[in-house]
T-cell receptor, first 111, second 118 residues
Framework: KQEVTQIPAALSVPEGENLVLNCSFT??????LQWFRQDPGKGLTSLLL?????REQTSGRLNASLDKSSGRSTLYIAASQPGDSATYLC??????????FGTGTRLKVLA | DTEVTQTPKHLVMGMTNKKSLKCEQH?????MYWYKQKAKKPPELMFV???????INESVPSRFSPECPNSSLLNLHLHALQPEDSALYLC?????????????????FGPGTRLTVL
């Protein structure tokens, strides 16, 4: 059974710092991995999707990498801003339609 | 338009009530999902519809009854719920894979319905 964990659970950084969020999954036979952000009490916003054949994806200040062999994905946020404060979730697809979500990292960027 | 809408935003119901949650998307997606999310926990998959047919039911209690009347709409009918069913209910959509292929498309989520069962 696929299990997805995220470290750290919470992170507080000053504005302008570059930071890395980690996502680990137990079953390397994933189809793809998606990163989301969620603001308090809101729905999820997709940030990046990495297909199993890809190593990384980039969008603006965000870069996500995928290493299936080690069961890891990282989300790199460059030059963090207070508006980046949210919970970040990774989700691994272990079958058609079945995404297993990680435990999330609550990020706070201080002005 | 990359929007998934959900109504109502908030719902309070008693354990004997019958209510429905609604979800709508106009992106032409043919896969639609219901997730349940408790406070400070990740979303948990409940149901998946693909081409208006139920593809996945994650052993959800029968007091939750999904319905997909057409390719744009997804409903979740609620009956005789328990207080522990109080949560944020999220709808999502994506484009299903072609044939037996793997999903390559992003999931788009709605804002959710905050459900409180008294």
């Amino acid at each position: 059974k696929q299990e997805v964990t995220q470290i750290p659970a919470a992170l507080s950084v000053p504005e302008g710092e570059n930071l890395v969020l980690n996502c680990s999954f137990t079953d390397s036979a994933i189809y793809n991995l998606q990163w989301f952000r969620q603001d308090p009490g809101k729905g999820l916003t997709s940030l990046l999707l990495i297909q199993s054949s890809q190593r990384e994806q980039t969008s603006g200040r965000l870069n996500a990498s995928l290493d299936k062999s080690s069961g890891r994905s990282t989300l790199y946020i460059a030059a963090s801003q207070p508006g980046d404060s949210a919970t970040y979730l990774c989700a691994a697809s272990s079958g058609t339609y079945k995404y297993i979500f990680g435990t999330g990292t609550r990020l706070k960027v201080l002005a | 338009d990359t929007e998934v809408t959900q109504t109502p935003k908030h719902l309070v119901m008693g354990m004997t009530n019958k209510k429905s949650l609604k979800c709508e998307q106009h992106m032409g997606h043919r896969a639609m999902y219901w997730y349940k999310q408790k406070a400070k926990k990740p979303p948990e998959l409940m149901f998946v519809y693909s081409y208006e047919k139920l593809s996945i039911n994650e052993s959800v209690p029968s007091r939750f009854s999904p319905e997909c009347p057409n390719s744009s709409l997804l409903n979740l009918h609620l009956h005789a719920l328990q207080p522990e069913d109080s949560a944020l209910y999220l709808c999502a959509s994506s484009q299903p894979p072609l044939g037996q292929g793997v999903p390559t498309d992003t999931q788009y989520f709605g804002p959710g319905t905050r459900l409180t069962v008294l």
